[in-house]
């Protein structure tokens, strides 16, 4: 038994009941303690051999119940039952680790720490159970927690502890008892079975013993004592008809099970809960780690792990959802799926497991089966057998008739439920795998030796080369993809954990010569490997595969790596052609995948892992062009998406522009032309990242040099938009940097601005509404290509351009110093304008007022000119109020223009040409206000009336402009007479 203290209370396993073994008959007494009194281990200052009496007690102690050894043995001496005794507790701390945490954590440390620091004292081993006090530390409040231990054949197979804290794993307390007796035995007190003890008293001593006992705890035992007290005193007693009597401390029966002591109620408690939680991540993550619980259990060939697999799969069974869904007739959430296929794995692991006996592979069997009667139990997810096609039926007739086999078998090995592939690897590695700890006890990434295979003919082969070629050859394996989202995402990540683990692996000349051989054998073996001349168009992608091979054959073999690798590419899903070993013209534009085809809903992953391998095989090909060349070709054929495409395009341009040395030609010309077919690709279709890639394209080009600008600006219309080309590529060519990037002296700067020239004036015969200005303002360097760019403008704007371009080459002409003809374009604007009585805060009147400024510097015929348009294109009466206050303001004329200087004069209203446009700003607030008046309400007669006042403004710029207004308001009166409050407003401000 034992006894300790904790800082915070912690979660404790509550203990089963005392063995209930009976003692038929005490060994005899040994002549003194004997060996081992109060002694452990040898102190490590020692070397010498253990004793035959140690080495026997240790095999004797971890393999047979004491019972066992009483009934084989009639007297056995107090040493060697001492020697069993002590030995028969656990040995190995990284056991103690497994049943106090999930992995590595608090529990466990803690309880070091409660040891490092001292709290454990009052330790007794009383036959198989320890016992100890643990008292308080300076930094924590006085606590004392009794914790009591019992172990049976170097395994605990109870615990309690007074922290009263409920867990599957030990407590801290626990954790520090169990590592104080191993770490420290020659400081435990030993004691043999109480019944040893009790056998050396006489009658006195008994019951001075009993009476003792009681009175220590009267109030616990003396109900309990008194009991068994009257049955032993009565004849007839069912404790009379058996001889012997329980001693707890001397380990459990024959019969009992030999295993660690697990809680089973807080097991199914805990899992029960977690699955209550549904799909939150937290719980996910928990009964993963009880999975990762139940391997390792499986790993140390702990009985346990069965078990608590089985305590897990009965509350997977109770789980109420199931039914739910099942009534419904849907199906159960991803992260369920997963939860059940890890389930199903274990299943496999525990079933296969050699180490098991086969009535326990029976009773297992029995059990599942069992559960797989019942209606809840769900169905394996995923499509497998013989309901897929088979992969022959789609395969050219001519490689059938070279004697090619059907593939009747289209079970996929990697993504299977089971995932029978990562269970042999995982088996296969176990027996290889080197245990490493840092320094602070953490485990190392795993490393691994090689173990030969006993009467293989092979002298090579190793269980490390069998997992290797397991890996392998499951990865290989030609599979149609299954159906459903949640089935095809399985495929993935199945690769990707297969892949995780053989990246594990450190290549070997044995590991390398497995890995050339496999590879060779798949690039040859038909219809069954992935890597196949020819494969099935619903075959699961290689891609991922096929870049752990390139990168691990490339040091080695580089000619072979480039061969799978470049096998690999195809993706004959996205195919126009049913024969994925058709090598016809590249597809530039997106495929679609037939209807009577599965959705691939892991299309997009899919195709990043493609693009993927396409970028490492570019970065490892860097400067050989014919490499280079090669995976180019492939990529232009395979890959279908233009987003991918421009990222290999990026990736192959940073790897060749580094920023410490000189770039490389070779992989720019590559990531210039896969920048071409972006292009190409997206000329016709939406891509939100295109104005992205049109720049960067120039900058590649730029980087590559003159003749690739050149070359682009000269086949334009091939790879961009007219705007595209005006905006973007010719004016990024032209720029100041571009110029100083290239060093280019004066004959290289005129064919690159001539190019540009030629490009813009193309591209505003093309698109004048949007490339006019461009090409203007390109052209203005060279007067003939300014001139013909002007002129297109003209020929464009009385047909295909609206009022706003037009408005803004004008100011843009202005601005170059040439009025005359901004005049001539905002003319042209006014002509396809028009502006509602309404339309007050219209965008366009901050262009009109600036043409009629315009029109009015430049003297009294252009402002003539402009005032009819104006009349007919704008009808808003504040605007053309506006527009009359300004011209009234000032005199016309401009003295910056030959021949023409301001007359010093203001213009009057009552002449031309500011006479119609004071009749027409009139007629327009007569119009607006009745419109207006049509339908106001009493919250607007305020606004209504300041309007009122703006118009009496205008009316008096005439000369009868007081007798106009007044009839005007008369006559509101009048029509509007029954509106009496408005009326009455009027009135008051305008008599």
């Given at each position: 038994m034992a006894e300790g203290r904790r800082e915070q209370p912690h979660p404790l396993l509550s203990s089963p009941p005392a063995s209930k073994r009976p003692c038929l008959r005490p060994a005899p007494r040994g002549p003194g303690p004997g060996p081992g009194h109060g002694s452990g281990l040898p102190s490590s200052r020692y070397r010498s051999p253990e004793s035959l009496l140690d080495c026997?007690?240790?095999?004797?102690?971890?393999?047979?119940?004491?019972?066992?050894?009483?009934?084989?043995?009639?007297?056995?001496?107090?040493?060697?039952?001492?020697?069993?005794?002590?030995?028969?507790?656990?040995?190995?701390?990284?056991?103690?680790?497994?049943?106090?945490?999930?992995?590595?954590?608090?529990?466990?440390?803690?309880?070091?720490?409660?040891?490092?620091?001292?709290?454990?004292?009052?330790?007794?081993?009383?036959?198989?159970?320890?016992?100890?006090?643990e008292p308080a530390t300076s930094s924590e409040p006085e606590v004392t927690h009794k914790v009591a231990i019992s172990f049976d054949r170097c395994k605990i197979t109870s615990v309690t502890c007074g922290c009263g804290?409920?867990?599957?794993?030990?407590?801290?307390?626990?954790?520090?008892?169990?590592?104080?007796?191993?770490?420290?035995?020659?400081?435990?007190?030993?004691?043999?079975?109480?019944?040893?003890?009790?056998?050396?008293?006489?009658?006195?001593?008994?019951?001075?013993?009993?009476?003792?006992?009681?009175?220590?705890?009267?109030?616990?035992?003396l109900p309990t004592a008194q009991k068994l007290a009257d049955e032993i005193l009565s004849s007839n007693s069912e404790i009379n008809q058996v001889h012997g009597a329980p001693d707890p401390t001397a380990g459990a029966s024959i019969d009992d099970d030999n295993c660690w002591h697990l809680d089973e109620d807080q097991v199914r408690e805990q899992v029960k809960q977690f699955l209550s939680q549904g799909g939150y991540y937290g719980s996910g993550k928990q009964l993963n780690s009880m999975f990762a619980k139940v391997r390792e259990m499986l790993r140390m060939r702990d009985s346990n792990g069965a078990r608590m697999l089985t305590l897990i799969t009965e509350q997977f069974m109770a789980d109420p959802r199931l039914s739910l869904w099942r009534q419904q007739g849907t199906g159960m959430t991803d992260k369920c799926r997963q939860l059940w296929d890890e389930l199903g794995a274990l299943w496999v692991c525990v079933v296969l497991n050699p180490?098991?006996?086969?009535?326990?592979?029976?009773g297992w069997l029995k059990q599942l089966k069992k559960w797989g009667d019942m209606d809840v139990c769900p169905l394996e997810d995923g499509n497998y057998g013989s309901e897929l096609p088979n992969i022959t039926n789609a395969l050219p007739q001519k490689l059938l008739q070279r004697g090619i086999t059907s593939t009747t078998n289209l079970e996929g090995w990697v993504g299977h439920p089971l995932d029978p592939i990562g269970c042999l690897f995982t088996t296969?590695?176990?027996?290889?795998?080197?245990?490493?700890?840092?320094?602070?006890?953490?485990?190392?990434?795993?490393?691994?030796?090689?173990v030969p295979v006993w009467g293989s003919p092979d002298s090579g082969e190793s269980y490390l080369t069998l997992a290797l070629e397991v890996a392998l050859m499951g990865m290989g394996q030609q599979r149609i993809m299954p159906e459903g989202l949640y089935a095809q995402d399985k495929v993935c990540r199945n690769e990707e954990q297969i892949v995780a683990k053989l990246q594990e692996l450190e290549l070997d000349d044995l590991l390398v010569h497995t890995l050339r051989k496999q590879a060779v054998q798949l690039l040859e073996a038909g219809p069954f490997s992935g890597l196949g001349e020819v494969i099935h168009r619903e075959s699961v992608p290689m891609h991922t595969f096929a870049k752990y091979l390139f990168s691990a054959l490339l040091p080695h073999d580089a000619e072979l790596a480039y061969k799978v690798a470049l096998r690999a590419m195809r993706l004959p899903v996205l195919e126009s052609t049913a024969g994925a070993g058709d090598v016809g013209h590249s597809h530039h534009g997106i495929s679609i995948v037939p209807s009577r085809y599965p959705r691939w809903f892991t299309l997009g992953h899919l195709e990043s892992q493609q693009c993927e391998l396409a970028s490492t095989m570019l970065t490892a090909a860097k400067g050989d062009m014919l490499r280079l060349r090669t995976v180019l070709e492939a990529i232009q054929k395979n890959i279908h998406s233009s987003s991918l495409i421009f990222k290999l395009a990026q990736d192959a341009f940073k790897i060749a522009t580094p920023a410490d040395s000189p770039p490389d030609i070779t992989l720019l010309n590559v990531a210039l032309e896969l920048g071409l077919q972006v292009m190409r690709m997206t000329l016709s279709t939406l891509n939100w990242r295109r104005r992205e890639m049109v720049r960067w394209l120039v900058t590649c080009a730029t980087e590559v040099g003159l003749r690739a600008l050149v070359s682009i600006l000269q086949s334009w219309y091939t790879l961009f938009t007219p705007t595209e080309a005006t905006s973007i590529v010719a004016a990024t060519v032209m720029s100041h940097n571009t110029i100083l990037r290239l060093s280019l002296d004066y004959p290289q700067r005129e064919e690159l601005a001539s190019c540009a020239r030629t490009l813009a004036l193309q591209c505003a015969m093309k698109d004048p509404q949007n490339c006019a200005l461009s090409a203007l303002t390109l052209c203005e360097k060279d007067h003939i290509a300014f001139e013909t760019a002007y002129q297109i403008v003209i020929d464009a704007a009385s047909t295909g351009m609206t009022y706003s371009q037009l408005f803004t080459i004008a100011r843009y002409m202005e601005h170059r110093g040439y009025p005359l003809r901004s005049f001539k374009l905002a003319s042209l604007a006014m002509t396809h304008l028009n502006l509602a009585y309404n339309q007050d805060t219209h965008p366009a009147i901050n262009d009109v007022l600036w043409a009629c400024a315009l029109s009015h510097s430049l003297g009294k015929n252009e402002l003539a000119a402009i005032i009819p348009l104006v009349v007919k294109s704008v009808h808003c009466a504040t605007v053309l109020s506006d527009i009359l206050r300004r011209c009234t303001m000032t005199a016309p004329g401009l003295a910056g223009i030959p021949g023409r200087r301001n007359s010093g004069k203001l213009m009057s209203t009552d002449k031309a040409p500011l006479r119609q446009?004071?009749?027409?700003?009139?007629?327009?607030?007569?119009?607006?206000?009745?419109?207006?008046?049509?339908?106001?309400?009493?919250?607007?007669?305020g606004e209504f009336i300041e309007f009122l006042s703006k118009a009496r403004e205008t009316f008096l710029l005439a000369q009868d402009g007081h007798i106009q207004f007044a009839q005007f308001i008369d006559n509101l009166k009048q029509i509007y007479k029954g509106k009496k409050k408005l009326m009455m407003l009027v009135r008051e401000r305008f008599g």
């Open positions: 026997a007690a240790k095999a004797v102690a971890e393999k047979w119940a004491f019972e066992r050894v009483e009934e084989r043995f009639e007297r056995i001496p107090e040493p060697v039952q001492r020697r069993i005794v002590y030995w028969s507790f656990p040995r190995n701390e990284k056991e103690i680790c497994m049943y106090s945490s999930f992995q590595y954590g608090l529990p466990f440390r803690r309880g070091i720490r409660l040891l490092e620091t001292g709290c454990v004292e009052n330790v007794l081993q009383v036959g198989k159970c320890d016992k100890y006090n804290n409920k867990d599957i794993f030990y407590c801290a307390h626990v954790v520090a008892l169990s590592l104080y007796r191993i770490r420290k035995p020659e400081q435990v007190k030993l004691r043999l079975p109480i019944s040893e003890t009790l056998f050396q008293m006489n009658r006195d001593q008994l019951q001075k013993l009993v009476q003792y006992l009681i009175t220590a705890h009267h109030t616990e035992v180490h098991c006996k086969s009535d326990e592979k029976m296969l590695t176990e027996t290889c795998r080197l245990l490493c700890f840092s320094s602070d006890g953490d485990p190392k990434p795993p490393a691994y030796n090689h446009l004071l009749d027409a700003t009139i007629s327009a607030y007569i119009n607006t206000t009745h419109s207006r008046l049509t339908h106001i309400s009493p919250r607007h007669y």
